[in-house]
């Protein structure tokens, strides 16, 4: 079955770096676009970034570009996130989620997330 | 303050019948797909709708989806307990070139 694990969270101090990975299993991982996706605690989803199926693309909320990276290695059927200059407002459960479905070439398909990974938690203290 | 427009809040009994809106722009709704998912305490969230008006196999015909210009809707016909959870709506966002997410409604079933 499709499946999606993350790993890498911890507890890091501001001004620090983590990088998260998010292993794949049970499709054809390089066909689709990936995303991470954040929750702060009792807040509601936030969009984060997401690669295209070749990693050549890639798109950034505001609020992290700059200091976040998205890359993928499809040998490996792993999604990463490298989190630099992490700020306490950092705090949140990352989730990576898979796009619901590949090689339509729309836009509007990107707001599609099927499925979605249980999620790792970041903690960035004040 | 998210981009897509919710109530924070919706409420019914069981059996009830239950609607919640989402409010965007030109960018986003008025232009591209509507996606609608539901985040259960400790869960991931699940997909609900996609493509505005399409449920995936697996979810209860009880969830529906629509969109009319630059606002969306999901209904939740004969309300039960185990639906209490928070609903979000998602789309992508041709002005800011990402995915907007709405604040999220959180649904009591009384």
New interface residues.
Partial sequence: QVQLVESGGGVVQPGRSLRLSCAASGFTFRNYVMHWVRQAPGKGLEWVALTSYNGNDRYYADSVRGRFTISRDNSKNTLYLQMDSLRVEDTAVYFCARCGTYGSGRYSDLGWFDPWGQGTLVTVPS | Q?VLTQPPSASGTPGQRVTISCSGSSFNIG?????W?Q?LPGM????LI??SDQR?SGVPDRFSGSKSGTSASLAISGLRSEDEA?Y?C???D?S?????????TKLTVL
């Fill in positions: 998210s232009n591209n797909d509507v996606y998912y985040d991931a969230p699940k997909l996609y493509r995936p928070d979000y998602a789309a992508w041709d800011l070139s990402g995915v907007v997410f709405g604040g999220g």
